[in-house]
């Protein structure tokens, strides 16, 4: 009786590469990706290779699947992926921080007011009259850390 991995061509390799590559997209992480590209090599070497054994097949998926996983750590190790720009998602106040603003409202006992954009923000930093340059070091909620650039003249 003929086993069904005797009847193995390098197509059904290709096919299995297939699923795997689609498992991963639907998967968190990044596993079945090398399984898939193994799959994928032994169904490259079996077009050249028909009459490779079915053990043999096995064998080469298993070093083909350990090599892709050297190959990526390696590469990972040496080429970092580069790192993303931190998202001002849901912290609006960030995106605004070494920008420089004119006071609209005078800072009085350490608070006062700037025009960013459409809105108007709270700051808090030195006393200072309107119209004074202030640039924003930091944010603390809602309310801007400012240090005074230019103060207006009185």
Request: glycine content about 8%; proline content about 4%.
């Amino acid at each position: 009786m003929e086993s069904i991995f005797t009847q193995l061509e390098f197509w059904h390799w290709l096919s299995i590469a297939a699923v795997f590559i689609f498992l991963e997209i639907l998967s968190p992480g990044v596993f079945f990706l090398w399984i898939g590209l193994a799959a994928a090599g032994v169904g490259l070497v079996m077009s050249f290779m028909p009459d490779l054994s079915w053990q043999a097949q096995f064998i080469l998926l298993a070093l083909f699947s350990i090599g892709s996983i050297v190959l990526w750590r390696f590469f990972s190790k040496f080429f970092p992926a580069k790192e993303q720009e931190v998202s001002h998602l849901n912290r609006r106040a960030e995106q605004y921080i070494g920008r420089t603003f004119t006071l609209v409202e005078p800072i009085i006992n350490g608070t006062g007011k700037i025009k960013v954009d459409d809105s108007t923000w709270r700051v808090k930093g030195e006393d200072a009259p309107i119209g004074t340059q202030v640039k924003t070091i930091g944010v603390d909620g809602i309310v801007f850390d400012i240090e005074i650039i230019k103060k207006s003249p009185e």
